[in-house]
């Protein structure tokens, strides 16, 4: 039985702060006693030993993760070994439904196979958001030009596009709480 869950993830713009911070109140509203912890500005303080699971997620720009939650990965390897994990990623390709299984391979599949150590319960890949006011200029071209791309002919890229599925997001987290409850009866 999941009782206390940690959150850990690293964030550019905030989107997948409100991300996490979305999943701590859904697992809350579940009597799970949950901490999230955004490594882009903090540290976390006690052993991973103090939770049953433990999610970990990062928003996606040039096709990479934030440094920060590899880092904790790398870092706490031994410890997350034998804590229940599930790895998250919110990213534009997630809103595409022709770029989801790449979003999926490279950014989750990926970095599970690359850890095999983590028990690894399960991966989600959620929609972000491009808030155009948050990046400098050179970022905000870059990727108003790949938006827009992927937009009908003679439409124009509004200021903020805001991918998230809540409710995908919802269902994955309360997943989390079954799924880990099948593993717990099997074990």
């Excluded at 948050?134 to 200021?159: C, D, F, H, T």
Aim: hydrophobic share 40%; proline share 3%.
């Amino acid at each position: 039985m999941i009782r206390n869950a940690l959150i850990c993830f690293g964030t550019r713009y905030g989107s997948t702060a409100e991300v996490a911070d979305f999943m701590a109140s859904i697992l809350n509203d579940y009597e799970v006693i949950t901490k999230a912890v955004n490594l882009t500005k903090e540290h976390l303080d006690g052993p991973l030993s103090d939770y049953d699971l433990v999610i970990i997620g990062s928003g996606i720009q040039a096709g990479q993760w934030t440094k920060e939650p590899i880092q904790f990965i790398e870092k706490n390897l031994d410890s997350l070994a034998e804590i229940k994990t599930a790895i998250f990623v919110v990213c534009g390709f997630a809103a595409s439904e022709s770029k989801c299984e790449f979003a999926q391979r490279e950014f989750l599949d990926k970095i599970a196979a690359k850890y095999p150590e983590l028990k690894c319960v399960s991966t989600g890949l959620f929609g972000g958001v491009f808030d155009f006011k948050k990046y400098n200029r050179i970022v905000r071209a870059l990727v108003k030009r790949i938006v827009k791309s992927q937009m009908p002919s003679g439409e124009e890229v509004p200021e903020r596009i805001d991918y998230r599925d809540w409710d995908k997001i919802r269902e994955w987290t309360v997943g989390l709480l079954s799924e880990n409850e099948k593993k717990d009866s099997s074990d």
